[in-house]
C-alpha cells in the first residue's frame, strides 16, 4: 500500500480529453472551442454558444433561426413537470426542485422506451434532448421563484430571445436591455468548465450507458453543492451576514479566526485569479450603475482586497455573479439553478462527447480498513 500514490480529489490528475473546452490557469484563459469566453461574452447571444458547444461551430443565420424556433417550441412548462413541482413543500431548496423536475422531463421523456439500452439514444436524439431541456429548465426556475413568492405562472413569450424571456417569466416584465445583456453573459460564462465535479459527475453516469437525462440530474446534484455551484448563493449569504463595506475588516478576522471558508473565492484550477471574473465584474459593473447601488460595489471590492490581501486568494466566477443576480432581482436561493440552466449546456455536449468514444470510468481504491477477518464460529457449507 504504501507505494501507491493517491491523488486526493483527483487533483492533478488528467483523465481524458476534450475537445469542448481549454482552461489554461498559465495564461488565465478559457476556450469554447477555440474561442475566448470573454469575447463571446461581448458579442454572442446564448443560443449561439450552446450551439457552438454541442456542434464545434458558431451557427450560421439560418442555424441560429432553426435553433432558436426549436427553443421557443419546448419554452412552456409541461403539466407533468408543473404538477411534480407542486407536489414539493413549499420549503423546497431550489436546487431540490430543478432536480425533479429534469428527472422528471426525462421520465416522460423516455416512458416509451422498454429497455435501458435504447434508452442511450442515438447521437441525433441526444441532441434533441438537449436542446429541450436547455429550453425547459429557465421556465422550471423562474416558476419556482414566482411560486416561493406566491405569483402565478407566467407564459413563455415568443418574440423574445433566451435572456429577455428567462427574465420575462421569472418578473412578468420586460428587462431592461442592460439587464438582459449582462444576465446573457452570465450564461455564457457559467455554460462551460472543462471536467468541473458536476460535469465529470455527468461523464461518469453516461459512462454506464446510462441515458442523458440521468447524467444532468446526477450533475444537477454535483452542482448544489457550495465547493462548487452552491457558491453563488453562498456569497450572497456573506454580503447579508457582513452589511455593509466598513463591517468587512472585523467580519473577516472573526471569519478567518473560526478557519470558515470565505465562498466565492479559490479555485481547484486557477490560482491566480478566475478566467471569467473580469468579464462578469464588468457586468456587474453596468448593473450597478443601472440600479445606482454604489454600496454594493463597495462592499464587494472591499472585501475583495481585504481577503486577497490576508490570504492571496482571489474571487472566483461565483463572486461577481451572486451580487448581479440579487440586483437583477433573483431570490439568493435561485441563484445555483440559474447556474444548471447555463450548465446544461456544457453537461450535454460532455455527455454527447463521452458517448462518441467511451469508456467506463471506474478507478482503483486502496484498500485502509481492517485486515481480513472471521465471523467466529461460521462454518463453511461441505
Ligand atoms: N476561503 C478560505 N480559505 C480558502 C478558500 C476560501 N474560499 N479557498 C481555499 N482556501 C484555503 C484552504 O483552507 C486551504 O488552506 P490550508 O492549506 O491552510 O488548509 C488552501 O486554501 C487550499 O484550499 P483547498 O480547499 O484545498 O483547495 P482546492 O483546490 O481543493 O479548493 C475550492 C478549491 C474548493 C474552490 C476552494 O477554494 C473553496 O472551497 N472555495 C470556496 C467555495 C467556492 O467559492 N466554490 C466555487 C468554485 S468555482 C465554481 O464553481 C464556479
Redesign the pocket.
Known sequence: MTDIEIKK?L?GVTVDYTAISKVNPDTNSLLYRGYPVHELAATEPFEAVAYLLWHGELPDAEQLAALRATERAHRALVPAVQQAIDLLPPGAHPMDEIRTAASVIGAVDLADIGNVMDAVGTPDENLDRSIRLFAALPAIVAYGQRRRRGEALVPPRDDLDYAANFLWMTFGREADEVVVDAFNRSMIL?AE?SF?ASTFTARVVTSTLSDLYSAVVAAIGALKG????G??E??LHIFDEIGTADNVAAWLDQA?AA??????????VYKRG?SRVPTMKAALDTLVEHYDRPDVLALYTTLESE?VAR?G?YP????PSGPAYNLMGFDTLTFTPL?VAARVTGWTAHIMEQQASNALIRPLSAYNGPDERHIEGYVPDA
Not at 226 to 229: A, E, K, R
Not at 316 to 319: E, G, M, Q, T
Request: cysteine-free; proline content about 3%.
Open positions: 480529489g487533483a457559467y468548465h468541473n457550495p465547493l462548487h455551484g457558491a453563488n453562498a456569497v478567518l478557519k470558515r471558508k470565505i465562498m466565492g473565492f479559490g479555485h481547484r478566475d481577503f490570504k486568494i472566483n466566477l461565483d463572486y447556474f
